[in-house]
């Protein structure tokens, strides 16, 4: 079974500051790991994804993550970040089975404030 | 985009009524899946489908039956809700297992009296 934990419920941090939202996570098998953002009364979007290869992964408006095995992490972070980028962000993780699953950790709320 | 609608968008219901959600999707994608959304629990998932009439129940999956006749529809069937059962629920779909993109709808806000 795997299991994924937020380690901040909600971040507040200005504009053009640099942000790093944290997701720790366990499980006794090899893991796919996904950050998906919702901006408010939508649904989710698919941010990033790791599936293997190059630990660091980045999205196209500028977030990346970094896929540590020792530490059991894939912080996500934005060296400058916007207003718009406002919206609650989940971490998630898939075991590597045929079921496809995702475990999804409480989430963390980014509020960029001007 | 994928093209996942959910039916109501909003509902408001009274404890022990049954109620009826419906996800439907025109990507032709295999598995579909029914999460629940709520503050502190991040998305937890009720149950899913792997194909036409294959289904399995997920982390929360008491109180909640499902059904998929269809490929492009998953229905998710609260048989008699609950006050416990107010929640935002999502579908979402992928065309396969592993590494595939599941894609979300739009979400059902339902609220249980």
């Known amino acids: 079974a795997q299991s994924v934990t937020q380690l901040d419920s909600q971040v507040p941090v200005f504009e053009e500051a640099p942000v790093e939202l944290r997701c720790n996570y366990s499980s006794s098998v090899s893991v796919y790991l996904f950050w998906y953002v919702q901006y408010p009364n939508q649904g989710l979007q698919l941010l990033l994804k790791y599936l293997s290869g190059s630990t660091l992964v980045e999205s196209i408006n500028g977030f990346e993550a970094e896929f540590n095995k020792s530490q059991t992490s894939f912080h996500l972070r934005k060296p400058s970040v916007h207003i718009s980028d406002t919206a609650e962000y989940f971490c998630?993780?898939?075991?590597?089975?045929?079921?496809?699953?995702?475990?999804f950790g409480q989430g963390t709320t980014l509020q960029v404030k001007p | 985009d994928a093209g996942i609608t959910q039916s109501p968008r909003h509902k408001v219901t009274e404890t022990g009524t049954p109620v009826t959600l419906r996800c439907h999707q025109t990507e032709n994608h295999r598995y579909m899946y029914w999460y629940r959304q709520d503050p502190g629990h991040g998305l937890r998932l009720i149950h899913y489908?792997?194909?036409?009439?294959?289904?399995d129940k997920g982390e929360v999956s008491d109180g909640y039956s499902v059904s998929r006749s269809k490929t492009e529809d998953f229905l998710l069937t609260l048989e008699s809700a609950t006050s416990s059962q107010t929640s935002v629920y999502f579908c979402?779909?992928?065309?396969?297992?592993?590494?595939?993109?599941?894609?979300f709808g739009p979400g059902t806000r339902l609220t249980v009296l």
């Open positions: 979402a779909t992928s065309g396969g297992a592993g590494t595939d993109t599941q894609y």
């Open positions: 998630a993780v898939r075991g590597a089975s045929n079921t496809g699953k995702l475990i």
């Open positions: 489908s792997y194909g036409v009439k294959d289904t």
